[in-house]
C-alpha cells in the first residue's frame, strides 16, 4: 500500500522565479492538503483540494495555487518566489468520508529560495 | 480551526525514561490528533482521541484529554534514543477539515 509521495526531495529557486511542487495520495484518498512549514515552526495550512477544486484555503497570497487531477494527485504551484518562501512544502492526503480527518504526510519537498 | 499550544517547547531526558508533553486549546472540538516529525521528514500521526474519551493508549504512547481544562497530554513510556522527534498536537473543532499546527515540543532521548 503505497503513502503518500512527493516530488522532488529538494528545489534550488532564485527570487522571482516559479515553482511547481507534486505529490500523489495514499491509495485509496481523495483528497490532498497542502502545508508549509518554516525551520523551527509547525506546518502552517496552504489549502485543501477535493473533487479538483480548492475546498477550504488558510493565509497564503495568489501567488500559492494548486491542482488536483483526476486521478487525486495534486500540485502546488508558487509564483514570484521570495526569499520567505524558503521552507519545506508538505502534503497530506486523507478520505472526505473519513469521520475524524485523520491525514497521512508525505516526507515532504524542501524548496530554498536565493 | 484552532491552533494547539505545545508544552514545553524542548524537552530532554535520557533513555528509559518517560517523556510528558502537553497542549492546550481554546475552544470544544471534536477530536484531538497528535503527530511526530523526525527532523526534516513528514508528520506521522499517532493517536487520535476523540472528545468522549479521557484516555487512549497505543503502544509505549498514552493520550489524556480533559475537555474541561481545554488541554491534552502525550506520555511516552520507556524512551528510546528512536523518539528523538519534534511533537505536535492538532485540535479538530465543528466541520474544521485542515489541521493547524503550533511550534511543536522538541524532544531530545540520549542514549
Known amino acids: 500500500d503505497a503513502g503518500v509521495t512527493q516530488s522532488p526531495t529538494h528545489l534550488i529557486k532564485t527570487r522571482g522565479q516559479q515553482v511547481t511542487l507534486r505529490c500523489s495520495p495514499k491509495?485509496?484518498?481523495?483528497?490532498v492538503s497542502w502545508y508549509q512549514q518554516a525551520l523551527g515552526q509547525g506546518p502552517q495550512f496552504i489549502f485543501q483540494?477535493?473533487?479538483?477544486?480548492?475546498?477550504q484555503r488558510g493565509n497564503f497570497p495568489d501567488r500559492f495555487s494548486g491542482h488536483q487531477f483526476p486521478n487525486y494527485s495534486s500540485e502546488l504551484n508558487v509564483n514570484a518566489l521570495l526569499l520567505g518562501d524558503s521552507a519545506l512544502y508538505l502534503c497530506?492526503?486523507?478520505?472526505?468520508?473519513?469521520?475524524?480527518?485523520?491525514?497521512?504526510f508525505g516526507p515532504g519537498t524542501r524548496l530554498t529560495v536565493l | 480551526s484552532q491552533q494547539g499550544e505545545e508544552d514545553p517547547q524542548a524537552l530532554s531526558i535520557q533513555e528509559g525514561e518517560n517523556a510528558t508533553m502537553n497542549c492546550s486549546y481554546k475552544?470544544?472540538?471534536?477530536?484531538l490528533q497528535w503527530y511526530r516529525q523526525n527532523s526534516g521528514r513528514g508528520l506521522v500521526h499517532l493517536i487520535l482521541?476523540?472528545?468522549?474519551?479521557r484516555e487512549k493508549h497505543s503502544g509505549r504512547l498514552r493520550v489524556t484529554l480533559d475537555t474541561s481544562k481545554k488541554s491534552s497530554s502525550l506520555l511516552i513510556t520507556a524512551s528510546r534514543a528512536a523518539d528523538t522527534a519534534s511533537y505536535f498536537c492538532?485540535?479538530?473543532?465543528?466541520?474544521?477539515?485542515?489541521?493547524?499546527f503550533g511550534s511543536g515540543t522538541q524532544l531530545t532521548v540520549l542514549p
Open positions: 483540494y477535493y473533487e479538483e477544486e480548492e475546498r
Open positions: 497530506a492526503s486523507s478520505l472526505v468520508t473519513g469521520a475524524y480527518n485523520e491525514q497521512f
Open positions: 491509495s485509496g484518498h481523495d483528497t
Open positions: 475552544t470544544s472540538i471534536n477530536n
Open positions: 482521541i476523540r472528545s468522549n474519551e
Open positions: 492538532a485540535p479538530l473543532s465543528g466541520s474544521a477539515r485542515q489541521l493547524t
